[in-house]
T-cell receptor
Framework: EPEVTQTPSHQVTQMGQEVILRCVPI?????FYWYRQILGQKVEFLVSFYNNEISEKSEIFDDQFSVERPDGSNFTLKIRSTKLEDSAMYFCASRFSTGTEEYFGPGTRLTVL | AQTVTQSQPEMSVQEAETVTLSCTYD???????LFWYKQPPSRQMILVIRQEAYKQQNATENRFSVNFQKAAKSFSLKISDSQLGDTAMYFC?????????????????FGKGTHLIIQP
């Protein structure tokens, strides 16, 4: 069964450093998402991406964040200058079309020291 | 903006019992979808069941069923014959149907989750 993959599974970085989290969505999916989950809290929407542009973003997704689909398969989330409060699990998800389920990747655990 | 409320932070039942997890939501949208996701200790998000708001019939997936009350904005999950493997966090989620790009571009709004423990 096709699945969403994410790399790395765990990233440790120093405060102020840039990180890039990578995702490979399911190949025929059209909508791509990033979510984050701070430990013990709910999953929060960050951004959605469709037709090579951001279609919606939350208040969390400020100028420090950016997304890109550099080729036909990868979908990346970049955090330019990480803060301690960016420590969280980051989930990538993709969807084929309206109303179909979102398939989530296994997540990347980001630890900012 | 939508909000999703799960009022039960934790529930514990014996194996084989039936358990119901509650979820309420608030929205001014008329077209939307509702979902229940399961998150085991591995933290993978797994879809359990989904419900289209325009459908009156409650969704069912094997041991999992929902009680969708649109007027009351309630969407509870019933797990029958609970199993040890059902132990997990359960999140209720809302997705509105956006008019942008034919819909589907909006992300999910999640509740805070219910930690379900199935006791042997």
């Amino acid at each position: 069964e096709p699945e969403v993959t994410q790399t790395p599974s765990h990233q440790v970085t120093q405060m102020g450093q840039e990180v890039i989290l990578r995702c490979v969505p399911i190949s025929n999916h059209l909508y791509f998402y990033w979510y984050r989950q701070i430990l013990g809290q709910k999953v929060e929407f960050l951004v959605s991406f469709y037709n090579n542009e951001i279609s919606e973003k939350s208040e969390i997704f400020d100028d420090q964040f950016s997304v890109e689909r550099p080729d036909g398969s990868n979908f990346t989330l970049k955090i330019r200058s990480t803060k301690l409060e960016d420590s969280a699990m980051y989930f990538c998800a993709s969807r084929f079309s309206t109303g179909t389920e979102e398939y989530f990747g296994p997540g990347t655990r980001l630890t900012v020291l | 903006a939508q909000t999703v409320t799960q009022s039960q932070p934790e529930m514990s039942v014996q194996e084989a019992e039936t358990v119901t997890l509650s979820c309420t939501y608030d929205t001014s949208e008329s077209n939307y979808y509702l979902f229940w996701y399961k998150q085991p200790p591995s933290r993978q998000m797994i879809l359990v069941i989904r419900q289209e708001a325009y459908k009156q019939q409650n969704a069912t997936e094997n041991r999992f069923s929902v009680n969708f009350q649109k007027a009351a904005k309630s969407f509870s999950l019933k797990i029958s014959d609970s199993q040890l493997g059902d132990t997990a966090m359960y999140f209720c989620a809302f997705m509105k149907l956006s008019h942008y790009s034919g819909g589907g571009a909006d992300g999910l709004t999640f509740g805070k989750g219910t930690h379900l423990i199935i006791q042997p």
